[in-house]
């Protein structure tokens, strides 16, 4: 998480962290932005003010623990000899990655599909 000068958790990364945990035990259409914001000692503004809504929100949670991931899995595809290699390294760091973080392995399984950018914008997948 992002830490403030004095070393405390900032209001977007306490946003980021409730909301990782409310979507991942209650199901992102039951998880309240007012729910979110008490969990985090916020406000629902700066819930808005940071990520623009819920779909931002978890969007930002996505894209936010995706990154380290993905350059790990990046680095693992180019070095792999073979194909077969880097198909195991990569299902080996995912299920590692799922191991260390169950909330991301939820949210990555089960809300994945929600969110789409479309144009620069992020909207619900209906499908």
Do not use: C
Not at 42 to 64: D, H, M, P, T
Not at 96 to 123: N, S, W, Y
Request: no cysteine; proline share 2%; charged share 25%.
């Amino acid at each position: 998480m992002t830490l403030d000068a004095d070393q405390t958790f900032t209001s977007r990364a306490r946003l980021l962290a409730a909301g990782k945990e409310l979507f991942a035990r209650e199901g992102y259409e039951q998880a309240s932005t007012a729910a979110i914001a008490r969990a985090a000692g916020s406000s629902e503004s700066q819930l808005v003010r940071y990520f623009g809504g819920k779909a931002g929100l978890l969007e930002a949670i996505f894209n936010e623990s995706w990154l380290p991931l993905n350059e790990d899995v990046q680095r693992l595809i180019a070095n792999a000899p073979h194909a077969r290699e880097a198909v195991l390294g990569v299902l080996s760091k995912v299920t590692k990655a799922f191991d260390a973080d169950p909330e991301l392995a939820v949210l990555f399984l089960f809300e994945g599909r929600r969110i789409r950018t479309v144009e620069g914008h992020a909207r619900r997948d209906e499908s």
